[in-house]
């Protein structure tokens, strides 16, 4: 499975950006697809993922500010909304999905939350 993703780049504290991940496949055909983000001196976190049971699940430090979700028209797009962005929120976002148990990953994106 290959992950393209968009979005990112400078962003100021309460801004609202959105993340784009392609992927080479429906996403119906993926065990799962999300965010992981990884900020410096940090470990690789899970931001956001949507099941192939359609359950999401979110980190609960962007929990009602972020919403993972398919994009309406495209079968192999998935959207990351992120809202009400703030500093700690600063990282490289990384496009992943999983199939049975194989992890792929995209290519990161930073995010940089700063005035």
């Known amino acids: 499975v290959q992950l393209q993703a968009s979005g990112g780049g400078l962003v100021q504290p309460g801004g609202s950006p959105r993340l784009s991940c392609a992927a080479s496949?429906?996403?119906?055909?993926?065990?799962?697809i999300g965010w992981y983000r990884q900020a410096p001196g940090k470990e690789r976190e899970l931001v956001a993922a949507?099941?192939?049971?359609?359950?999401?699940?979110y980190a609960d430090s962007v929990k009602g500010r972020f919403t993972i979700f398919e994009d309406s028209t495209r079968n192999n797009m998935v959207h990351l909304q992120m809202n009400n962005l703030r500093p700690e929120d600063t990282a490289v976002y990384f496009c992943?999905?999983?199939?049975?148990?194989?992890?792929?990953w995209g290519h990161g994106t930073l995010v940089t939350v700063s005035s």
């Open positions: 992943n999905a999983e199939v049975l148990i194989v992890m792929y």
């Open positions: 949507l099941r192939i049971t359609g359950r999401t699940d």
């Open positions: 496949r429906s996403v119906s055909s993926l065990n799962a």
